[in-house]
């Protein structure tokens, strides 16, 4: 029988072309998602791994330690140790002529545990000098031998807060960029341990700041487990509770604190890549299913020599083995291609230039293993199914699980169990907006669909096909062709049926959630860009037609500083503010001004208040606006009452206290609000810190969201690409079923082309009608999935990405007009003589 196994394989390898590239697909996701995990790690080690790169031990103290002074002194007398660094860490501001940066300000170590790598310059020696990173450097218009200064804040609690501690520098060094993430954000300064040290004293009369770890260099012949233990010892016996680990140690403590103990981002690619399994294993037994049903005779004929059930299904399964073996082999390597490239391109780019590649054992062999396994247990089914019979019954053709029969019955009140239940729970789910109640049930229920496809799926397609009538006989032959395998149809269509609506499901979940988002966002920061400060120096009528003619700006207004409350709640100014002028820009709808009331931010705590209005004190009730983002205010018509009419920044409180508030185009991205936020600050002649707003927060929350769906749209995509791999795979078996037909066909008039239009139509009628309604259970469960993880915490109201939608289905039904050209074309070249003199 391996003989006859391998023939098969020989003789018509073009039949498992299809299968191949399933498993290719479906083991490659599965390998590039554990070698991602893999090189993740292997990245982070590198990241990280520099800061110990010359380091033997690293120290982490817990409790009980001392100033970077006292813990070099306790450690550098130990018998092996050549080198000690205990890392200072402070943040300061380096006054710039442009204004102040926040900088990172770090110790630099001795030169045998010194990591930073010069560009230009050379590093402080003393006090008086500092080194910065190349990026910072330039951003920032820095250059050697230029002189700053280094600011710090000093507290005096209980007292008047004495002068910031600043020293005055020169730049005499700068280093490439850290790799190190915990460095990210901020310029990193290297300086002299003692100017490091007096920049951390941040109260005057403080003691030096302990530090929190240390490094340690050994010399040459040094025992690391004997000096690891006198550390440990040295540092007991002066009551500082630590750990001493290796360098190599100490990388991998940091990669799991970095990533909270577990690795979430392959969690996530380890769910989608199930889904790609899934679908190829659906498409392998689908194949195989009908490769055996071709063959009936010829098992038949082996069986009636002979062989025996055992053999037969040993025969199809080694088929099976030797397929998958071969296509895992080609995912391995194809994952192992991809990540290269991946990383070798995000290594050429500058900032990045640690991304290390690692391929674990695990993945290969885990790739190998799943791959073979998976095609054997999706071959199983089929094996079985051509031992089931005896020979003289082969010829018969097999049942379908239809209602009319005990398997169809089972299958169905299965299905319909699970569909009940699992509508139940994701129903309950989103009710009680519980992520945990519904993520089950929309499992139960999708399987329980799928379970029940075969008795609804050729039935769809049956009365879709009825649209295919006006074609001619080329689309009724196909209307017909569709559902005569009413199991091989259904499987080919569930394949794609899983994918379409998993992208689908993740369309309307974004979209919904974006809408949910939107509403919340807008109620809680309300307003896009606010200027504060602008007073009598800038007219605010000006201001509003100056800001209102940059482009992202949808409209603005002037608020003006009408009364101030009393003493009691901090004289704070209170604006006058029309209602339809907050109408107009608010992103809050609930916000709603009346006259006699002052509107105060969320949690204010107060009931009524009493203004200062240019005719006297004047108490009014207070109502709460639902945000924290909001300014006192009151009508324009209240203010009238209290006798100060709406000027701009003329107050009790001074000359520059009225705001500029604007409404952004929905249109803008993150990249263009900073830009019309610089553009502003320009054309009004502010400072940057006098223009902020909530505008940057949600449009980068929107672009989150898009990454997302990108991200997931494309993993998903794997499965899609699967599942039509399945389409023309199905259709290349039944061109090859149906050859004698075809040639029939074609000697009864069938012309070449109308036979490439009948596979054609009968290719869009699976995918269309899979995709169709896939679109339809990927919005319903898109719309259930945000209202159970969001309900609770925002309004949730169907958003249909209607565009998208329509593009999913394009892309289905083009994908089914490519797969059907090889078929339709082999079918179209075959003589009618030749077809029908085919056995």
């Known amino acids: 029988m391996l003989q006859v196994a391998l023939a098969q394989l020989r003789i018509h390898a073009r039949r498992f072309v299809a299968v191949g590239l399933a498993v290719i697909l479906g083991v490659g996701f599965l390998s590039a998602t554990l070698m991602v995990s893999g090189t993740t790690q292997a990245t982070l080690q590198q990241s990280i791994g520099a800061t110990y790169a010359k380091a033997d031990l690293v120290v982490t103290i817990a409790d009980g330690g001392r100033s970077a ?58 006090g008086t000098g500092i080194s910065i990173d190349k990026t910072s450097a330039i951003e920032l218009g820095l250059a050697v031998g230029d002189t700053y200064t280094l600011e710090q804040p000093v507290y005096a609690p209980g007292g008047d807060t004495p002068p910031p501690t600043t020293v005055t520098v020169t730049l005499t060094g700068i280093t490439e960029d850290s790799a190190d993430p915990y460095l990210s954000g901020l310029p990193h300064v290297y300086a002299a341990p003692d100017l490091v040290q007096s920049l951390s004293v941040l109260s005057p009369g403080d003691a030096p700041p302990p530090v929190t770890s240390a490094q340690v260099a050994l010399a040459d012949a040094a025992d690391q487990s004997a000096a690891k233990t006198d550390v440990l ?16 140690e100490q990388v991998t403590e940091d990669v799991a604190a970095l990533s909270g103990g577990t690795d979430q981002l392959t969690v996530i690619l380890l769910a989608f890549a199930v889904v790609a399994v899934l679908v190829t294993v659906l498409v392998i037994s689908n194949t195989f299913s009908v490769l055996v049903a071709q063959r009936t005779r010829d098992l038949a004929l082996l069986r009636c020599l002979g ?17 998958g073996l071969v296509s895992s082999a080609l995912g391995v390597l194809l994952a192992a291609g991809v990540m290269f490239v991946l990383v070798s391109v995000a290594a050429s780019q500058e900032g990045t230039e640690f991304a290390t590649l690692a391929i674990p054992v ?4 885990v790739g190998l293993g799943v791959g073979v396994a998976m095609t054997l247990a999706a071959a199983f089914v089929p094996a079985r199914a051509a031992t089931a019979v005896a020979p003289l019954e082969a010829l018969r053709p097999a049942e379908d699980a239809t209602t009319g029969t005990r398997k169809g019955k089972v299958r169905l009140a299965l299905g319909l169990v699970l569909v009940l239940l699992g509508a139940g729970l994701l129903g309950a789910g989103a009710i009680l907006s519980s992520l945990l109640i519904a993520l089950p049930g929309g499992v139960l229920s999708f399987v329980g669909i799928l379970m029940c496809a075969s008795l609804f799926l050729p039935a769809l397609v049956t009365a879709v096909g009825r649209l295919a009538a006006p074609l001619g006989v080329p689309g009724r032959l196909a209307a017909i062709n569709a559902v005569r395998n009413p199991g091989r149809t259904t499987a080919t269509a569930s394949a794609l049926l899983v994918g379409v609506t998993l992208v689908t499901m993740m369309m309307a979940g974004a979209q919904t959630s ?12 309300p307003v896009d860009l606010a ?21 992202g700006v949808e409209s603005a207004i002037a608020l003006s500083v009408a009364a101030v409350t009393d003493e009691s709640t901090g004289a704070q100014p209170v604006y006058a503010l029309a209602p339809e002028d907050a109408r107009q820009v608010l992103r ?15 949690n204010s705590g107060l009931t009524e208040v009493t203004l200062e209005g240019a005719s006297g004190p004047v108490t009014l009730p207070v109502q709460e606006v639902q945000t924290q983002s909001f300014v006192p205010a009151i009508t324009e018509a209240t203010a009238a009452t209290l006798g100060a009419a709406p000027r701009p920044g003329v107050d009790t409180l001074g000359d520059e206290t009225g705001l500029l508030w604007m409404k952004l185009d929905d249109s803008l991205d993150a990249a263009g609000v900073t830009g019309l936020r610089s553009e502003i600050v320009e054309a009004l002649g502010v400072s940057e810190y006098q223009v902020n707003g909530a505008a940057i927060e949600r449009v980068s929350f929107n672009e989150i969201i898009d990454v997302i769906l990108l991200v997931v749209t494309a993993l998903l995509a794997v499965a899609v690409l699967i599942a039509l791999i399945g389409v023309a795979n199905t259709l290349s078996l039944s061109v090859l079923e149906r050859t004698r037909e075809s040639s029939l066909l074609r000697a009864l008039g069938l012309t070449r082309a109308q036979l490439r239009g009948m596979l054609a139509v009968e290719a869009v009628l699976i995918a269309g009608v899979a995709a169709a309604f896939g679109c339809v259970l990927g919005v319903v469960y898109g719309w259930l999935g ?54």
């Open 786 to 839: 945000v209202q159970s993880a969001l309900g609770s915490i925002a309004p949730v109201t169907p958003s249909i990405p209607w565009a998208q939608l329509v593009g999913v289905l394009a892309v289905a039904v083009v994908a089914a007009l490519l797969a059907s050209v090889l078929p339709s074309r082999r079918a179209a070249r075959l003589s009618p003589v030749e077809g029908l003199s085919a056995a």
């Open 531 to 551: 200027v504060q400060e602008v007073g009598n120096a800038t007219d605010a009528g000006a201001a509003v037609q100056t800001v209102e003619q940059l482009s």
């Open 233 to 248: 010892a040295t540092l007991a016996t002066a009551g500082v509770s630590a750990e001493v680990r290796t360098s190599a």
């Open 514 to 525: 974006r809408a949910a988002f939107d509403a919340e966002l807008g109620a809680n920061y």
């Open 69 to 126: 002074l006292e813990t070099e002194q306790l450690l550098s007398g130990l018998d092996g140790v050549s080198a000690v660094h205990a890392a200072q860490r402070t943040i300061s501001a380096l006054q710039l002529p442009s204004g102040p940066a926040d900088v990172f300000v770090l110790s630099t170590a001795p030169t045998a545990l010194q990591t930073s790598i010069l560009v230009d310059g050379s590093l402080p020696l003393d």
């Open 362 to 365: 695990s993945a290969v062999l």
């Open 588 to 602: 809050n709808d609930g916000v709603e001004l009346v006259n006699d009331v002052v509107f105060m931010p969320q």
């Open 307 to 323: 062989a025996s059930r055992r053999q037969i299904r040993g025969s199809v399964l080694l088929e099976a083995a030797v397929v």
